[in-house]
């Protein structure tokens, strides 16, 4: 394969980010966009330089798209995936690949069906520091794991639920602080801790005018024994960046905004903290975050395409997380424990 052709649905806020790793990688070129919104066509047309398309049966046989980046609203990834391995194109998803597993297991089947490449885009994963990390701990350098914590303790104002509704509400984002924001924490805190046995959740709406939880706490029970903890929030003034710590019986390690804050691993030296040399942490602010880790995800998303093997996060790695919210979401709802 050459040049990978890309189109990309939905022409939202992050769809910045992906025209930006598009236009800096060489492999890439970007084709089309399909937006449900005409008032967005003739906007888009003029930001992004290719034709903006509202049909989506043209925008999906066009010979020259390769790779669909999903970056629509969070529930309506599924149907767009699905759409999209229909029409036999490579699917990249945002984050949450869909807002239930139930759809999550139809957008994975339909791409093992049409011998589709699935990835999400759980772009944290890409850091240097949080590689550091997750090659400590797979090398058990802290021992046994005792406790892994996750707090995501940020702040949204009323201006961005306000302008874009579907914001913070159950069918299209999901849920709120949790599967909006405290995702790429939380997919962090289980690649490094492992399965989840049983979770506990308790989540309130405590400020804005939103259907879902503006705070929220969970307690997890790993397979492994290990115990841990999750806050996340986006009332909290004024937004704090995320923190991740993991314990053990020989060390432990805690980060802050993606960087090493403390690093107590036995003969291993800490890494250089690299993370705000393009990609902040969005605490108080969602435009805040750089588009250098994504661009390694469409890179790593071309390479399996092109070497026809899994990607960084596939179907599977993506249904964690949500599989560990949805879960803390009913065990709020219920207020009981939750086996998964
Ligand atoms: N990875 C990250 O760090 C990150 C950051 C921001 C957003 N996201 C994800 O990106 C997605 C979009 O978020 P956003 O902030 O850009 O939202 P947004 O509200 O700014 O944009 C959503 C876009 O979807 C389009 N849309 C609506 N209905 C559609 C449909 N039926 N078909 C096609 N397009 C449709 C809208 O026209 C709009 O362009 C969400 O799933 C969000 O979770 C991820």
Not at 80 to 86: D, L, V
Not at 217 to 222: K, Q
């Amino acid at each position: 394969m050459g040049v990978l052709g890309v189109g990309i649905i939905g022409t939202g806020s992050i769809v910045n980010t992906y025209v930006k790793c598009v236009e800096e990688l060489e492999d890439t070129k970007l084709i089309a966009l399909y937006t449900t919104s005409a008032q967005r066509v003739k906007e888009a047309e003029k930001l992004f330089g290719v034709p903006i398309l509202d049909n989506l049966e043209e925008f999906l046989s066009h010979p020259e798209i390769d790779l669909v980046c999903i970056c629509n609203k969070s529930g309506l990834h599924g149907d767009a995936a699905i759409s999209a391995a229909q029409a036999g194109k490579h699917v990249l998803c945002e984050k949450p690949l869909e807002v239930t597993t139930e759809k999550v297991d139809t957008v994975i089947a339909a791409c093992q069906k049409n011998d589709i490449v699935l990835g999400c885009v759980l772009q944290n994963r890409c850091s240097e520091v949080y590689g550091a990390v997750e090659n400590v701990v797979e090398k058990g350098a802290l021992g046994k794991l005792l406790l892994g914590n996750a707090h995501i303790n940020w702040y949204r104002s009323k201006e961005y639920y306000a302008k874009n509704p579907w914001r913070g509400t159950k069918e299209f984002d999901g849920g709120a602080a949790f599967m909006n924001q405290g995702i790429h924490t939380i997919d962090l805190l289980l690649h490094l801790m492992g399965d989840v046995k049983s979770v506990y959740g308790n989540m309130k709406t405590l400020v804005h005018a939103i259907e879902c939880e503006d705070v929220g706490t969970g307690i997890l029970n790993f397979n492994n024994g290990a115990i841990g903890t999750i806050t996340a929030g986006t009332a909290l003034f004024p937004g704090y960046p995320e923190r991740l710590e993991i314990y053990g019986d020989k060390g432990s390690i805690l980060m802050e905004g993606g960087n090493i804050k403390e690093w107590n691993v036995p003969g291993v030296p800490a890494p250089a903290n690299t993370s705000l040399k393009g990609n902040a942490s969005g605490a108080a602010d969602p435009t805040n975050i750089g588009h250098l880790n994504h661009k390694i995800v469409l890179e790593d998303m071309i390479g399996a395409i092109q070497e026809n093997r899994p990607p960084m996060v596939d179907g599977f790695e993506a249904r964690k997380a949500v599989e560990v919210i949805t879960a803390l979401y009913r065990s709020s709802d219920e207020e009981r424990l939750i086996f998964l």
